[in-house]
């Protein structure tokens, strides 16, 4: 059954945000690069257009821009990633997902609505990726009950969200709930999307590095079910 829609969440007022937003544009409007640009939206499938940063470049302009910032609070992050969302050029989403990824001990569970919305919206594996492992996974280890989030977003109709279920442990080693990543890989093992199944391949491999055993006797009880695509890339490290 396909879930109801869901709102975009309010952008609240923030001056910290403010201050962030005008140094951003100001900055990052500077360096720009049409000839890059040019080449990295078609790289990117033109999924957005581009300013054309190098992200060494990128990063280095960010820190000018956060310079004297102060840690911010929730509303602080949640502001500054929405109007991010809402630029049209793709660094200004980078510039959001590092930002987040820097501060998510600053967000609660209750940031879980927004970052569905950003994994959600203008959506490509550049910026749902790190969300998935850096803000995600982050939120549902500090506060366990959003596993059963996690449990609605596996079995999503949007591929990214579906996708920030599967990655979302990418990062906990031993820490990881086995039962859920091998659950959520049977549950989407016959999802139809290279996306889909590149994260299945993607998030075995990584937790074999932590269990090899566990991970190649899962793999052959379930490789009649699993795509070839997710098989090789659960197994490409493990001999």
Not at 34 to 51: T, V
Not at 82 to 106: G, I, N, T
Not at 189 to 212: Q, S, V
Request: proline share 6%; aromatic share 8%; glycine share 4%.
């Amino acid at each position: 059954m396909r879930p109801a829609a869901h709102a975009a969440p309010t952008v609240p007022a923030s001056e910290p945000a403010d201050t962030v937003l005008e140094r951003l544009t100001a900055v990052y409007s500077r360096a720009a690069d049409p000839e890059r640009a040019a080449s990295a939206a078609a790289y990117m499938k033109n999924i957005a257009p581009f300013l054309g940063i190098a992200t060494p470049r990128r990063r280095a302009l960010s820190r000018t821009v956060l310079a004297g910032t102060g840690r911010p609070d929730e509303a602080d992050c949640t502001a500054i990633a929405l109007r991010c969302w809402e630029l049209p050029e793709r660094e200004y989403q980078y510039f959001a997902a590092d930002y987040l990824r820097r501060h998510v001990a600053c967000c609660s569970s209750g940031f879980l609505p927004v970052l569905r919305h950003l994994v959600s919206t203008r959506a490509w594996w550049d910026t749902v990726d790190v969300l998935a492992a850096h803000v995600a996974g982050p939120l549902v280890a500090a506060d366990p009950v959003l596993a059963t989030a996690m449990d609605r977003w596996i079995e999503d109709d949007d591929l990214w969200v579906a996708r920030t279920a599967l990655l979302h442990q990418l990062r906990y080693r031993n820490l990881t709930d086995t039962g859920r990543l091998f659950g959520y890989c049977l549950v989407r093992a016959d999802h139809p999307d290279f996306f889909i199944r590149k994260a299945i391949g993607w998030c075995l491999r990584e937790y074999a590095k932590t269990d090899p055993d566990a991970v190649r006797e899962f793999v052959d009880g379930a490789r009649d079910r699993l795509s070839p695509l997710s098989v090789r890339e659960a197994l490409k490290n493990v001999r």
